[in-house]
């Protein structure tokens, strides 16, 4: 241990668990594909400092916990992440605060067949972290690529030196959305509808706005969440903007009314927001 | 030019041109989103021995004219690559075989918003070839995973010195499905409707098949799509065997009755074949 | 604006501006290659609640600013981060807070040749930050992994219910270095040669370090390096442990002294941790 | 089994085993990092038609060969290569041909550490294939991005309709080389050297050659090769063109004195081409 100089911020746990559960009702069967992430913090200044290893509960232990919670089942991805965080607080005594992350990666039947299936987007997320002091669940969505044709607009902005873009009435608005939401309370009798709902919201905003700019309508989707779904508090989103450029056809004697896009890669905006209930209880270690 | 040391096969092109293409119908926009590559041969000996660029057409030149043809719509993929391979044949005496390799990713409507759009899954594609004999169409589909929980087996192989796997009446089989399918002809009057019809019997045949090797279930889907669509006279598939391992819960007091799995990354099984319409045309430089 | 819910957190910027700067020096060229992003925050609520873009900065904007601010030379990606940062605070009101990342990619000279590169890992990273309450600069590297083939032990850890893990006293230790390190200025007289002496502690102290504990050896990487460098206040390592599993060859009438593992992918641990100086200045907007 | 429809092309094998060996000498420890791909053919249409797994060595069954083959040591990559694909053929009547294909990561000492390691590009590879009818061996190279700040020209080229690429006489010339080169013999006492001597005539033939076009630079680093190394009979190269665009800074009152480039990333130019020696046994199943 170096004189002067002390232990921080630490954590550690077991990354991107590959669970995969299969429910075999004769009427059809049921498949959760997930991705576990587990991740503790507690008295683990001793690992640090000296390599003792007392307080330690392996990263192989807490892999084999994730195989073996879901023996009977899942069930939902934020209560299924509440099992396991309370697991491990609970049950160990230098373990103190326990984060569990999810992805759950979207299959839809393959047609009418009983136990075939197709893999499609988005991905569900869930974060769950309990500590000593709190409980909080964020639920969210990843993989959602969406594009608006029209009724997208960019002016107003400031000019300086740099100022190059021109001023637009008229742009493809494209973004692949990453939003997280974090929920009221621990409690929620129905996590499948909530998350359904809030995705739903976050698109119907997405396509509803008449926009001015990618902050107006990441705060429109943020927002249209809160407003409809009473259980949750606060929605932070992060929308790369995918920009597609209108071609200059011209030099070959051809005009572009708006048709013809080059996708580009990098660089692109990014534009990563907030919208909060005010009253809200405070958001703890939830982030 | 080095001595004794002569050019062999050889080809040049612009790849991967992110395109996309707005049809603004009133009764609700059009998207089309590609990738399309292009790869040209000819008379290209000199550019190599001394870097006398007579002959080539640079790929900035190939990318502008991508562009260019997209001026008055895309339409089908096969289409739009024969109109693109032609013209490059057809225009320059020095280009003497060209294909085209386009992507287009899969996007659906956002609700029933006349210009909003979600992206999915999969995505189709296709590669032209014109030269000198002949023209080649095959399409094609990727990013389509699938998975059946049940009707698999595998057992009755060859055991050696090396041999440790179990038999198994029953495992989950998953797969990501690379697959192409040659036409007999260029032209077709309905690249769309063949393009739906044979990824139908692919998934069906997936589904379909009682699979005692993944080997089965490929010659199952690509005999099916030729079975079903005439117009198709090939069809090659690439099966990588993603691996679900039933976990062992016995250390923590706990059957698996086929519930829990461990989905694996590598190494995997590949599993790649080809069914071939008996007297079909040559393949030529199809693939 | 939606009642009762209002704007938090937020940052815009253009993201991954790819910039190569030459400097033809006729003694050998030089190569600098960066990626660079600019995330900036201040009088923002308008464009989000309404599209009001009086206060907004465009991210093109931003993107001319950093190629245009390369004119005469990079330099350290310190003080390039610094130049870019102080520049958007300090001319446009709107502005207050501009943090800018930066990865510079690792090229070395093509043997002897003055103007030949082969490009080699790691990247440097730096992140500055700027706000009206101050400035701070972290510096780091990326895609730095390095493998002991022995002196890492793993044991005395916790048993429980899910222990399946054996104990051992040797094993490969794998990992892929993410590191920062935060300076306790904005001035250095020499970011490059506190750059390299930071990375070359953290590279001895993992091979110096007999681990019994992944955190012990991040512990002893990242106290180092401050032991080392004074004008450093705090280090942050992020290490994922890239398992290598000693296969069981018993099967095959072969024993494995110790020779051949399999290099997993996932799961994989993860051990997060910082060491920081004792009575250092607060962190503030630093990470 | 389809009527008229019958088994064309097919191969099967486990794909991408991570195999990782160490030499434990006292001296200094010696690390051997590979992915192995293995691809067999045979009689395999039983397992196609009826999934009758009697002709079937299981993938799993090729997994375990590879590391058992590891025991005593790896060796050259193509030697290991043989020895498995060898087995394969001899070991089992219905399995007629073998490929394997190796990738070897780069790996250095850390400093003067005699067990610690840091992984570095680029990367080696082999590819070996047995049939019937003979041995072929391809080593190769991948991971080698390359880059000359001058010396590098385009113009002459064909002007058409399509045509705004201005001639230049000076640009970055950058590509990230996948080489092959085929041996003429499976015999060769040294691999390790003839794999560190084709590298070296790549990166000299690129950094020497003045290049009037990629494709001029792609032949003199393949035909160089051949030149040097009298046991190789082919090199076939694929090089993207990896665009450096020269930035307009006129708009900010500035010149840019080829200082200041944008690195794209999509589209890129695609250079493929092969150098042969003349009256060189021919290609066989090679590549």
Known sequence: MATGIVLGDNSYGKAECRLVHVERDPAGHRLTDLSVSVALGGDLAATHYTGDNTAVLPTDTQKNTVYAFARDGVGQIEDFGLRLARHFVHS???????R???EQY???RNGDHPHSFVRGAPTRTATVTCGGEGEWVVSGVADLTVLNTTESEFHGFIKDRYTTLPE???RILATAVSARWRHGSADNPDWARSHAEAVRHLLDAFADTH????????YAMASRVLEHRPELVEARLS????HHFLLDLSPFGLDNPDAVYHAADRP????????????????GQAW
Chains 1, 2, 3, 4 share one sequence.
Do not use: F, M
């Not at 160990?92 to 326990?98: D, E, F, G, L, V």
């Not at 926009?211 to 990441?218: D, E, F, Y």
């Not at 929308?239 to 995918?242: C, G, I, R």
């Open 92 to 98: 160990q005594p230098t373990i103190h605060r326990a």
């Open 100 to 102: 569990i992350t999810i």
């Open 106 to 108: 979207g299959w839809q």
């Open 168 to 170: 637009t009435a008229d």
């Open 211 to 218: 926009s001015c700019s990618l902050q107006q309508t990441l």
């Open 239 to 242: 929308l790369p903007n995918k």
């Open 268 to 283: 692109y905006g990014l534009i990563e927001g907030t919208a909060v209930r005010a009253g809200a209880a405070p958001a």
